[in-house]
């Protein structure tokens, strides 16, 4: 099966965070109770017509700038029609021919290497409310419910070039394009609550071919993971079926999550036709350059630029630098920890270790942490000035995040502060080795691994709060 | 002489002077909708004590002291596809029949404003498609000239309504000649404003590129004060032109000498009855006595404009009506298994034939395969229309034309024939696919009915065409002939 390889295009959605929505002034707020952030206009009420939000411009204009994409003079607008009962006017406002944003890249790091990956064209669209199925499954419901709460709300479609070649490539370039468009502060790309979504396109073809194989597309992934095993899932089952000297059909298909395999959800006989035309509701878009110069000198420092900077500025190893800027969110903790504690390297390994861990553990985002920058950094000052061992910090670290509270307020409640007194720690000492005559004998015999032992007696004893070094001391002192 | 037949300026001055009230006028009209309705036909919704209670309010302005904007207290009627809040909206289609909008059309919000009167909704083809009001899912509006023809479309109870002084004016909506061609038919002024000078918000679709709404009077006079009152940017409405708005009270002058008129030769052509034809023609010569330089002109594209029509508003109403699904309002199947066979069954049994036509012909035109060959070409066919005009308006500062080629017809005569009655619109369409203003007066009789002129305006230049057909009014009797409606009591 190695002689195959995979051809992948990502189309992604991302909702974008303006206050209204793309054509009316209702809240793009997410939730709220069904059916109460919507206008006449937003629902396509007969005789209404839509008004094109400038802002929905501007984040478009911006996310396309930070993808390095030409943004278009002349824009327009086209209707793409099809019936679903979340789309109020059976037609969807989106671009067609003339986008907004077109030629852009990504870069990602693949095996150490650098690789850029092609944008086809960046577009703006609405969203479509959402149907509640009143039943175990769309094919049981008895009645469906629509909550339209989310039509009308602005996205942009970001398509890319059939460049990624693998699963993980894949991955990678969705989660490069999520830190890209949070960066830019146009999408919260909150996967859960489906304002970043993805559909992917996958072929497969003997290594070395230059020609596409039949493609398939597969709707709706919503987390990196479910990207990365429907891809695997479905290359698998392309190749499968090419060595068994079958064709692939094209075709749009699923991916069912607790099956773990994906399936025909249409053939390209039923695919839509979708009877494009220009929205004659709309005026074409016409964007002035001094428009998108402006919006360019809003652009933050990218990703990319930012892991060079933290690379070049704390001598931070690269693997480091790309894991905190691969969200804005963990790049902004990040900064603003060690300007309160200045040792970026352990600032780093913190965040990679124990506060991702328990962000993950807790499914919260960065945003969210209960423990922020600044307590993170007086955690580790205690640390620093010898106050709390290393080991004990990881404790306080926990106690913090569940309760909220501060370092040095967790270390005094529980009396956690470590042992640096001679006179505390030398009867403990003694008591350990009263009670350990074996090993003091092997360990005098030059079993090294008895001293070990010893200490952590000790450790035990004192509840991890004794100085390490300063036990090493007394025990060596007095065997 | 009975207060509804007066005009809006005429009432206006006895409002003023206090000679009558508004509850007077409209007393009167709904009187004389109460006598001749029955037979015309022209009301679906009537508002009785909506327009008394507006009625009195501005009596009470007026006793206030206050001055009254011209079309204050003055009563006047909608076409049914013009959304007013809380009064149900039909289009005259079954799939709209319980339908009230939560809120007003921009023109109705203006009118309020403005002071007036609120009658009620008038009949139409359903949804504005058709040439005749034969389309009505409820019942056909008839000519008041001849009870036993129609008063065209698919304004036509809008316009009916005005010539039986059943209101003193209206608004209707034109998307290829529905204000103007059952102006024409029925012997009073309308106009189809510049695409853009007038808020579309709140008119239910049709050809969104091409509807626009206008006013409906019995003089021209009456034409520019309505045009006054709802022309104008609205930030509702982003395909609305953002222009100051010119006074058409100036417009209003009885000369026209030294204007160039261009007389377009494809207008004239076969298919043009010839009473209606000598008609048009003596209005032009007419225009020329009154000093105007007649020129003959020739718009070479004039013979695709209905072909391009027929594919243009069909694609966009296949997808505007996409929307009347009975997922969220409107008419809803009594049963359905799925969502598909409740799609299919509601849209079946809610549209009527013409529309049906309309969306199989839009969604064909539009589906992948045909688009180039039938949209994309249509679109082409479009500009070429439109630099046809241009070319013309270098040198000619209006166009003089028939309005309809034939006066009336006789009601079923061309219902199962549609080529026959697309027919009907064949001097109209051009302006709506290029976008221009025109009105509609009458200008001579044929067979004992109305025959209408049509002036043809540069983009924004209603002021031009609203001055040929003052002064020509003003030089001749056609808009002071009214029918002999035989009156029940
Ligand atoms: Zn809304």
Redesign the pocket.
């Known amino acids: 099966m190695a002689e195959y390889e995979a051809v992948i295009g990502l189309e992604v959605h991302a909702e974008l965070k303006t206050n209204s929505?793309i054509?009316?002034?209702?809240t793009t707020e997410f939730g709220g109770a069904p059916n109460t952030?919507?206008?006449?206009?937003?629902?396509g009420m007969p005789g209404v017509l839509p008004v094109l939000n400038r802002n929905v411009v501007e984040y478009a204009i911006k996310a396309g700038l930070a993808l390095n994409c030409e943004i278009a003079e002349f824009s327009k607008f086209d209707r793409k029609n099809y019936y679903y009962p979340d789309l109020p006017k059976n037609y969807q406002i989106s671009q067609y021919d003339l986008p907004i944003a077109k030629n852009g890249y990504l870069e990602i790091e693949v095996d150490g290497q650098t690789k850029r990956i092609g944008i086809t064209r960046l577009h703006m669209e609405e969203d479509a409310g959402k149907l509640i199925h009143q039943g175990d499954d769309i094919a049981e419901a008895e009645y469906s419910l629509v909550d339209y709460n989310r039509?009308?709300v602005p996205l942009i479609e970001i398509v890319s070039e059939p460049d990624l070649r693998s699963p993980v490539e894949a991955r990678l370039y969705m989660e490069k394009l999520k830190a890209i468009l949070q960066y830019c502060d146009v999408s919260d790309c909150k996967m859960q609550e489906g304002s970043l979504r993805c559909d992917a396109n996958v072929s497969v073809r003997p290594k070395g071919s230059t020609e596409f194989g039949t493609k398939t597309e597969i709707k709706n992934l919503n987390s990196f993971k479910a990207l990365q095993r429907a891809l695997e899932y479905e290359i698998k089952r392309q190749i499968e079926i090419l060595e068994d000297g079958g064709r692939i059909v094209q075709e749009t298909r699923s991916w069912d999550e607790s099956k773990g395999i994906t399936i025909t959800l249409r053939s390209k006989e039923e695919a839509h036709d979708y009877r494009y035309f220009p929205e004659p509701d709309l005026v074409p878009l016409v964007i002035d350059r001094e428009w998108v110069e402006r919006v360019r000198q809003t652009l933050p420092e990218l990703p990319d630029a930012r892991r060079r900077r933290l690379m070049e500025e704390y001598g931070l190893p690269a693997y480091d630098a790309m894991v905190i800027t691969g969200s804005k969110a963990l790049a902004d903790y990040f900064d603003q920890c060690v300007e309160k504690f200045s040792d970026a390297k352990t600032v780093s390994n913190w965040i990679m270790g124990e506060l991702l861990r328990l962000l993950n553990a807790h499914n919260l985002e960065v945003e969210d942490s209960p423990v922020k920058p600044e307590g993170l950094a007086e955690l580790l000052a205690l640390i620093n000035k010898g106050t709390i061992s290393g080991k004990i910090a990881k404790t306080v670290f926990e106690e913090m995040f569940e309760t909220g509270k501060g370092a040095e307020e967790i270390v005094k409640e529980k009396g956690l502060v470590q042992i640096t007194d001679e006179k505390v720690l030398a009867p403990i000492v003694d008591k350990v080795i009263e009670e350990n005559p074996k090993s003091v004998e092997d360990y005098r015999n030059g079993k090294d691994r008895a001293f070990g032992f010893l200490v952590g007696q000790v450790m035990k004893a004192t509840k991890g709060k004794a100085n390490p070094q300063l036990v090493n001391k007394l025990l060596r002192e007095r065997l | 002489m009975n207060l509804y037949e007066l005009t809006a300026h005429e009432l206006h001055e006895l409002l003023q002077k206090k000679e009558v009230s508004s509850r007077e006028i409209t007393q009167s009209v709904l009187e004389r909708i109460e006598e001749v309705d029955d037979s015309v036909k022209a009301y679906v919704t009537l508002t009785k004590e909506k327009a008394l209670q507006q009625a009195d309010k501005v009596d009470k302005s007026l006793a206030s002291g206050e001055t009254l904007g011209p079309l204050a207290g003055i009563p006047m009627g909608f076409k049914d596809n013009i959304c007013t809040k809380g009064i149900k909206t039909t289009c005259s289609s079954k799939i709209l029949e319980n339908f009230v909008p939560p809120y007003n059309a921009t023109v109705v919000e203006r009118l309020e404003e403005a002071g007036a009167i609120c009658l009620g909704k008038l009949n139409m083809d359903e949804f504005a498609m058709g040439s005749s009001n034969e389309n009505s899912a409820f019942f056909p509006t008839r000519n008041p000239w001849d009870l036993d023809r129609v008063p065209g479309g698919s304004s036509g109870g809008a316009v009916a309504a005005v010539a039986a002084d059943e209101a003193i004016y209206t608004l209707g909506s034109d998307t290829g000649g529905s204000i103007r061609q059952p102006a024409s038919f029925c012997g009073v002024v309308g106009l189809k404003p510049t695409y853009g000078l007038v808020s579309r918000f709140g008119l239910v679709a049709f050809a969104s590129s091409l509807d626009q709404i206008g006013p409906i009077t019995k003089d021209v006079t009456d034409c520019a004060l309505v045009l006054q009152a709802i022309a104008g940017h609205d930030p509702y409405d982003s395909t609305s032109a953002n222009l100051p708005v010119p006074d058409y009270r100036q417009a209003l002058v009885p000369d026209i000498k030294g204007l160039r008129l261009g007389i377009p030769r494809e207008y004239f052509g076969e298919g043009l009855d010839a009473e209606v034809k000598e008609a048009v023609n003596q209005a032009i010569s007419k225009l020329e006595e009154l000093g105007a330089c007649c020129e003959e002109v020739s718009l070479p594209h004039t013979e695709y404009a209905l072909p391009a029509y027929y594919l243009i508003a069909p694609a966009e109403a296949s997808s505007n009506l996409a929307r009347y699904d009975g997922v969220k309002y409107g008419y809803r199947t009594e049963e359905a298994k799925d969502t598909v066979s409740m799609y299919m069954k509601t849209r079946r049994e809610g549209f009527g034939p013409e529309v049906k036509r309309r969306i199989m012909l839009g969604t064909y035109a539009l589906s992948s395969g045909y688009y180039d060959a039938y949209y994309l070409k249509a679109l082409k066919v479009r500009t070429l229309i439109k630099r046809d005009f241009d070319r013309a308006f270098e040198k000619y500062d209006a166009l003089i034309a028939p309005t309809s080629p034939t006066v009336a017809f006789k009601i079923g005569e061309k219902a199962n024939d549609p080529l026959a009655m697309y027919l009907s619109d064949i001097c109209t369409i051009p302006v709506n696919m290029a976008g221009l203003p025109a009105i509609s007066i009458p200008c001579g009789f044929s067979q004992g009915l109305p025959v209408g002129l049509q002036i043809i305006g540069k983009p924004f230049d209603e002021v031009t065409i609203l001055r040929v057909a003052y002064t020509f009014e003003q030089n001749t009797d056609y808009h002071r002939a009214k029918p002999a409606l035989e009156v029940k009591r």
């Open positions: 929505k054509f009316c002034g209702c952030h919507v206008c006449p206009i937003c629902l039509t009308g």
